[in-house]
C-alpha cells in the first residue's frame, strides 16, 4: 500500500507562521502572540527557510520552545560549528598558501547552514581546491551540467564520523551568478572585502554594498525560490545607516546587474509589506524599480517561489545581448549552454 504525502498547509497559514519568525528574527522586543501556532508546521518552514536555530534562539528567550523546536535547533547549530571549524582550517590553508577567497553568505546565517556552504576561491584554476581543502576529509561529488557552465564544483566533508552530516562546499572560481557570468563583479568582491571575526578566526565577506549588489545577481536568476534568511539578511541591509545607493545603483547596472537587483529588492518590499505591514525601499528606489512588473513571490513551506521561467529568461536575455555588444565571449558562451543545460537537467530528471 502507497502512502500518500501530507497535503500542503494552506498558503495562508505558511503565511502567518513566516509573519510570526520575521517579526522575531528582526525586532528582540517583539512578543507576538503564539495562539493557534502549528509547531510542526513553524519547525519544517524555519528548517527550509535556514533560519531554525536563530528562530529557536528568539523563542527560548521568551520562554517558549517546544521540544521538537529545540532539537531541530541543537542539530542545525552542530552542523554551524562544524561548517565554522571548516572554514577557519579553510582560512589557515589560504594563508599558508597565499590564496585570496572568501565565504560569501554563510558568516552572515550562522549558526544556520542550510543546504550548502558557497566558497568563492579568487582563481580560475579549480587546481586550487586541493590546496584550500587541504587535511580535510573530501569527497569530490559529480558535477551537474549547470555546475559545469557556471565552473561550480561540489564536495562533500564527512563532520561528525557519521555521513548522514556530512556538509556540502559549493567552490566558486573567480566567478559569480547562475552561469558564471560575473567573473569582472568576483574581482570587485575581493577589492572591497571587509572582514569579521568568527570564533576567533578573521574572515573576510562582501562590504554591504556589494552584499546587495551580490544578491541582485544571485538571488533570483536561475533560481525558483529564495528564503526567509535572505529576506532577513536584506532588510538588516537595507536599514544600514548611510547605505550608499548611488554605488549599488551603479555597480549593480555596470556588471549587467540592474535588472536582477530591481527584481529581487521589488520582490523582498513586497514582503515586507504583506507580512510586516511597512514599505522597506525608499520612495525612490521604489519607482526606480517599478515594483509588479516582475509578479510577485508566493510562500510555501520550502520558500518564496515567484515566475521563475519569466524572470531568468529576461534578465539572462538581457544579459547575453550586453555581452555580444561588449565583446565578452566567456560570459555569452556560458549564458547561452545554461538553459540548455538546465533543460537537459530537467528533462533528466523527469
Given at each position: 500500500m502507497t502512502t500518500r504525502p501530507a497535503p500542503a498547509p494552506p498558503a495562508s497559514t505558511v503565511a502567518t507562521h513566516a509573519q510570526l519568525m520575521l517579526r522575531v528574527l528582526l525586532d528582540e522586543r517583539a512578543r507576538p502572540s503564539l495562539d493557534g501556532v502549528d509547531w510542526e508546521l513553524m519547525?519544517?518552514?524555519a528548517r527550509h527557510h535556514t533560519v531554525i536555530v536563530r528562530v529557536t534562539d528568539r523563542f527560548m528567550a521568551s520562554g517558549v520552545a517546544p521540544r521538537m523546536l529545540v532539537r531541530a535547533a541543537v542539530e542545525e547549530r552542530a552542523r554551524g560549528h562544524s561548517m565554522l571549524a571548516v572554514l577557519q582550517h579553510i582560512q589557515s590553508n589560504a594563508a599558508r598558501h597565499g590564496l585570496?577567497?572568501?565565504?560569501?553568505?554563510?558568516?552572515?546565517r550562522f549558526?544556520?547552514?542550510?543546504?550548502?556552504v558557497d566558497v568563492?576561491?579568487?582563481?580560475d584554476s579549480s587546481a586550487t581546491d586541493q590546496l584550500v581543502f587541504e587535511g580535510l576529509p573530501v569527497t569530490r561529488q559529480e558535477p551537474s551540467l549547470t555546475a559545469r557552465v557556471a565552473a561550480n564544483t561540489l564536495y562533500s566533508i564527512a563532520t561528525g564520523g557519521d555521513p548522514a552530516s556530512a556538509l556540502v562546499f559549493?567552490?566558486?572560481?573567480?566567478?559569480?551568478?547562475?552561469?558564471?557570468?560575473h567573473a569582472a563583479f568576483a574581482k570587485t568582491l575581493d577589492r572591497n572585502a571587509r572582514a569579521v571575526i568568527m570564533g576567533?578566526?578573521?574572515?573576510?565577506?562582501?562590504s554591504v554594498e556589494d552584499q546587495l549588489v551580490l544578491q541582485g545577481l544571485e538571488k533570483v536568476t536561475?533560481?525558483?525560490s529564495f528564503h526567509l534568511c535572505d529576506v532577513v539578511q536584506t532588510i538588516e541591509i537595507l536599514r544600514t545607516p548611510r547605505l550608499d545607493w548611488d554605488y549599488v545603483v551603479a555597480t549593480a547596472r555596470s556588471h549587467g546587474g540592474l535588472e536582477g537587483l530591481g527584481c529581487y529588492l521589488s520582490y523582498v518590499d513586497f514582503v515586507n509589506e504583506r507580512l510586516l505591514g511597512t514599505a522597506l525601499l525608499p520612495a525612490q528606489i521604489r519607482r526606480r524599480f517599478?515594483?509588479?512588473?516582475?509578479?510577485?513571490?508566493?510562500?510555501?513551506?520550502?520558500?518564496?517561489?515567484?515566475?521563475?521561467?519569466?524572470?531568468?529568461?529576461?534578465i539572462q536575455g538581457r544579459q547575453l545581448g550586453r555581452s555580444l555588444v561588449r565583446g565578452d565571449w566567456d560570459a555569452a558562451l556560458r549564458l547561452t549552454l545554461w538553459p540548455l543545460a538546465a533543460i537537459t537537467e530537467r528533462v533528466r530528471g523527469s
Open positions: 519547525e519544517r518552514v585570496a577567497w572568501m565565504a560569501p553568505k554563510a558568516l552572515q549558526p544556520d547552514v542550510g543546504d550548502d568563492l576561491v579568487f582563481s559549493d567552490v566558486r572560481h573567480g566567478r559569480v551568478g547562475s552561469a558564471g557570468q576567533g578566526t578573521e574572515f573576510r565577506i562582501p536561475g533560481r525558483r517599478a515594483p509588479g512588473k516582475w509578479g510577485y513571490p508566493s510562500v510555501r513551506e520550502k520558500g518564496f517561489y515567484f515566475p521563475a521561467l519569466q524572470v531568468t529568461g529576461r
